[in-house]
């Protein structure tokens, strides 16, 4: 079964991290570029970052990107997205998605194959 797996959300105080991780099955990561994403409550979903087929180039997509890193280990099979100093407005459910298709690190959300069900970010004192 072709799927992405998120884990590594939680509650988590203002000024902590978090390291996120999507685990794929059933298809290889390597092959593929990866998106993580995130959708705060009453708010459309947003691109955070990027990173390409072999794990080189990355892109992010927020204001505050010194805060966030993305990652990607091939031979695990799972890309992660380091989160550090988190902040209330960075409380979401951040998901990934897996595209075949795109080229480099800009790439529209039609051209993502496989979409994770998300992992909650909540930060809070």
């Known amino acids: 079964q072709v799927q992405l797996v998120e884990s590594g959300g939680g509650l988590v105080q203002p000024g902590g991290s978090l390291r996120l991780s999507c685990a794929a099955s059933?298809?290889?990561?390597?092959?593929?570029?990866i998106g993580w994403f995130r959708q705060a409550p009453g708010k459309g979903r947003e691109g955070v970052a990027t990173i390409s087929r072999n794990g080189i180039d990355t892109r992010y997509f927020i204001s505050e990107k010194g805060r966030f890193a993305i990652s990607k280990d091939n031979a695990k099979n799972t890309v992660y997205l380091q989160i550090n100093n988190l902040k209330p407005e960075d409380t979401a459910v951040y998901s990934c998605?897996?595209?075949?298709?795109?080229?480099?690190?800009?790439?529209?959300?039609?051209?993502?194959?496989?979409w994770g069900q998300g992992t909650q970010v909540t930060v809070s004192s």
């Open positions: 059933g298809f290889t990561l390597s092959n593929h570029a």
């Open positions: 998605g897996a595209s075949s298709r795109g080229v480099g690190v800009e790439i529209p959300d039609f051209l993502y194959d496989v």
